[in-house]
């Protein structure tokens, strides 16, 4: 990115970060993944410590947050933010922080002298893909209670709605009951799961602390035992399972080898999240990517896949869904 036409760029608006009152149309230091907006001492962040805060917008209209980002700092967890605003607390050595949003090329916060208990205000821009969209298939909802519930469940998600069973009403969302765990709609029609698919632009596959990406590779004759071992670890019941492999499996199995990969919880949120009323103890989510190969691909480099184990109990949702991947340069 050329920092010249960036600096135009940014000089062009003027807005306040949320709460705080840094400006662009004050001085900055303009980088090829954004600006520094100030940069000052403060005593109350611990020694051997800084704070990166700032907001992340599009690089095409600087106004524009984008709302779901993943944030990985070197060596630190993954996190994910829901507005478009950020503040991290980081280990002076944890200088290198990427940015990833669905739709948009990936940007890091890197090459800027870090100082010790500093406070750094910046605006990270993140450029959107050319890439064409790929489907993200089928997320499904199942809801578990000991009780009745109405709920109100608003469903948001980068992607372009496809399709949705029952309708979503036009802020994307369900009014509906949950008896005997099954979904109920105000015409009394029942619904084993919530449906909808959904199109997006997907750059890579996701990647660890260590920015390496996660999974493994299986032979077509392994896929089903694989499915079957780690859907029954997670916690996933006889009918979900069933419901996972029969949709997924063939299509797994059509190529001599299949890299897999899966992404739970809070890596999710870059797929899918839900405004739920009222509130269930906890949603379980699970997202499928996958990418079929008729020779073995011995130009990828992947670490062992981490698994959670799901404690379902009370008033709890879960959802899978999935995504496959045919750009074989989806490994950069």
């Known amino acids: 990115m050329n920092t010249k036409l960036l600096a135009c760029m940014l000089i062009l608006f003027s807005f ?10 004050q001085t900055y230091d303009a980088y090829p993944w954004g600006a520094v907006l100030s940069d000052s001492l403060d005593g109350q962040i611990p020694k051997g410590h800084y704070v990166l805060r700032g907001q992340v917008s599009s690089l095409q209209d600087v106004r524009d947050l984008i709302m779901r980002v ?32 669905f739709g948009y090329q990936e940007s890091a916060f890197e090459s800027y002298q870090i100082h010790d208990q500093h406070r750094i205000t910046v605006q990270m821009l993140l450029s959107q ?15 578990y209670s000991d009780k009745d519930q109405h ?12 399709f949705s069973y029952p309708k979503l009403n036009q802020n994307q969302s369900w009014n509906l009951s949950l008896i005997d765990n099954e979904w109920v709609d105000q015409h009394g029609k029942h619904y ?5 698919d959904a199109q ?20 077509s004759e392994e896929i089903l035992p694989y499915l079957e071992e780690k859907l029954s670890y997670l916690g996933l019941n006889s009918t979900e399972q069933t419901d996972f492999i029969t949709y997924w499996a063939p299509r797994m199995s059509k190529s001599r080898y299949c890299f897999v990969q899966f992404a739970f919880q809070e890596d999710c949120q870059i797929f899918s ?10 949603l379980f989510q699970l997202y499928l990517l996958f990418q079929g190969f008729e020779e073995y691909p011995k130009h990828l480099e992947v670490n062992p896949q981490k ?7 009370g008033f709890h949702l879960l959802e899978w869904g999935g995504l496959e991947i045919n750009d074989t340069e989806n490994y950069d």
């Open 151 to 162: 709920l109100k469940i608003q469903l948001k998600t980068p992607g372009a709605i496809q």
């Open 16 to 25: 306040t970060l949320k709460g705080q009152g840094d400006s662009l149309s």
């Open 192 to 196: 084993p799961y919530l449906f909808w």
């Open 129 to 143: 893909e050319d890439e064409d969209p790929v489907y993200l298939e089928k997320p499904v909802v199942y809801g």
């Open 200 to 219: 997006l632009k997907l750059r890579s596959f996701l990647k660890d602390e260590h920015q390496q990406i996660f999974g493994c590779i299986l032979t």
């Open 307 to 313: 698994w959670p184990k799901f404690q379902r109990s």
């Open 273 to 282: 999240s839900y405004q739920i009323d009222p509130a269930p103890e906890k």
């Open 70 to 101: 993943v944030i990985t700092p070197k060596d630190q967890q993954a996190q994910v933010i829901k507005d478009g605003y950020f503040e991290l607390l980081l280990p002076i050595s944890s200088d290198y922080v990427w940015f990833r949003s």
